[in-house]
Structure formats: structure tokens, C-alpha cells
């Protein structure tokens, strides 16, 4: 199993602004996802955070927006930049077990964002 | 093309009510893997169950139940007995293969309110 935690919980913030997201797993994992769920919404892959390379974005995400940090096993950060109120929703950390994608993900508590 | 429906959007019973939650997907591999999770107002995913393509047998967890049909792609969810504590938001995800990668689709999710 994968305990993940995530910083902050919750946050308020102004539009135009930049908040980061850290995401913190108990286990080295090679990959890790990251979700954004908007208000009464399913989640939607924003992108795969590999350590050492790019990440890989999904349509419709860029990287100048939603830049990613991975700089170990352990660890990653997603950076919400300019914000604006259609960036208000929960982000999700998640990593795979060691089945990958046969198997389970295992998710963080989620950071709200609140943009006003 | 992959794709989950759940085309329940909220559901309201009364408690100890049974209630079951559609699931129907779409994909073109035959191997494939089937989750549900819940999503209670905490905000925390829930992983409740995974259940591979080869695997049709039904199975029963507590007050929880699974019915998987490949002949009509469904993999619907039952509560027996329902509880307020199992309102929540569930969603049904499905992962498959795509060229190497998994990927992992999740359903729009279905609202549950169980009334005392």
C-alpha cells in the first residue's frame, strides 16, 4: 500500500496568483498522477509525473500553466499558475501499486483550491 | 474509444433501502480492469473494489455487492441495507492498455444520499 500525503488541505487565493502543491508518498513509485476534480465533477488526469523527465501532459494541459516538479521517488509538486476562478477544484496526488495500472491507485487527500 | 457511464446522477433513499449503482463502459481490448470508488464529503477516494476482465464472478463484501457482465459491459454496485455513512459520491473507473501505457478512465460519479 502507499500512504500519500498533500499540502496545503485547502487554500484561498487571489486570481493572477500561483500556488503550489506538494505531494508526498511513503514509498519510492515510479509514476505519479496528478487529477483535477472541478465542483460536483469526476476527475480528470492533468498529467504523469516521471522522476527525471518531463512530464507528460494530457490534452487540453499545458505545461506553462500546470508546471510539475518530480525530483525524486518520493516527491512531486503541482504549480497552479495566473489562477483564475475556473481553477477553483480539488487536486489530487495519486500513485499505482505495484500491480500499476492492473491494479488499485492510491490517492492523497486533495488540496481545495478556491480562486476569487 | 474508452469511456464509463453512469448515467445515475444522484440517487436518494431512505435508509435501509437496498440501492444499486450502474456502471456501463466501453473498450476494445479484452483485457481490462474494472474499479469503484468512493468519494465521501472528506473528499478522500475510497478504493472499494478491482475487478479484472477474466474475472465474472460476482462477489459480496459485507453490505456491499458487485455484478460484472461482459455480455452487456456493465459492472454494476449494490448496497444492501443502505446507511446514512454511505452517502457519498461513487465513482466507477475502468483501466486499460493503450499501447504499453494503462490508462485510467473514471466515470462522472453518482451522488448518494441515504435519508434517516
Known amino acids: 500500500s502507499a500512504v500519500i500525503s498533500q499540502k496545503p488541505s485547502r487554500d484561498i487565493c487571489q486570481r493572477g496568483t500561483s500556488l503550489t502543491i506538494q505531494c508526498q508518498v511513503d514509498?519510492?513509485?515510479?509514476?505519479m498522477f496528478w487529477y483535477r476534480q472541478q465542483p460536483g465533477q469526476s476527475l480528470t488526469l492533468i498529467a504523469t509525473?516521471?522522476?527525471?523527465?518531463?512530464?507528460?501532459?494530457e490534452s487540453g494541459f499545458v505545461i506553462d500553466k500546470f508546471p510539475i516538479s518530480r525530483p525524486n521517488l518520493t516527491f512531486s509538486t503541482l504549480t497552479v499558475s495566473n489562477m483564475s476562478p475556473e481553477d477553483s477544484s480539488i487536486y489530487l496526488c495519486?500513485?499505482?501499486?505495484?500491480?500499476?495500472?492492473?491494479?488499485?491507485?492510491?490517492f492523497g487527500p486533495g488540496t481545495r483550491l478556491t480562486v476569487t | 474509444a474508452q469511456k464509463v457511464t453512469q448515467a445515475q446522477t444522484e440517487i436518494s433513499v431512505v435508509e435501509k433501502e437496498d440501492v444499486t449503482l450502474d456502471c456501463v463502459y466501453e473498450?476494445?481490448?479484452?483485457?481490462?480492469?474494472l474499479f469503484w470508488y468512493k468519494q465521501p464529503p472528506s473528499g478522500e477516494l475510497v478504493f472499494l473494489i478491482r475487478?479484472?476482465?477474466?474475472?465474472?464472478q460476482n462477489e459480496i463484501s459485507g453490505r456491499y455487492s458487485w455484478n460484472f457482465q461482459k455480455s452487456t459491459s456493465s459492472f454494476n454496485f449494490t448496497i444492501t441495507a443502505s446507511q446514512v455513512v454511505d452517502s457519498a459520491v461513487y465513482f466507477c473507473?475502468?483501466?486499460?492498455?493503450?499501447?504499453?501505457?494503462?490508462?485510467?478512465?473514471f466515470g462522472t460519479g453518482t451522488r448518494l444520499k441515504v435519508l434517516a
Open positions: 495519486s500513485v499505482e501499486g505495484p500491480d500499476r495500472g492492473r491494479g488499485r491507485k492510491y
Open positions: 514509498s519510492q513509485v515510479t509514476m
Open positions: 509525473a516521471n522522476q527525471g523527465s518531463e512530464a507528460t501532459y
Open positions: 473498450t476494445r481490448d479484452t483485457t481490462y480492469y
Open positions: 475487478r479484472n476482465s477474466f474475472d465474472e
Open positions: 473507473a475502468l483501466s486499460e492498455a493503450d499501447s504499453g501505457t494503462y490508462k485510467y478512465i
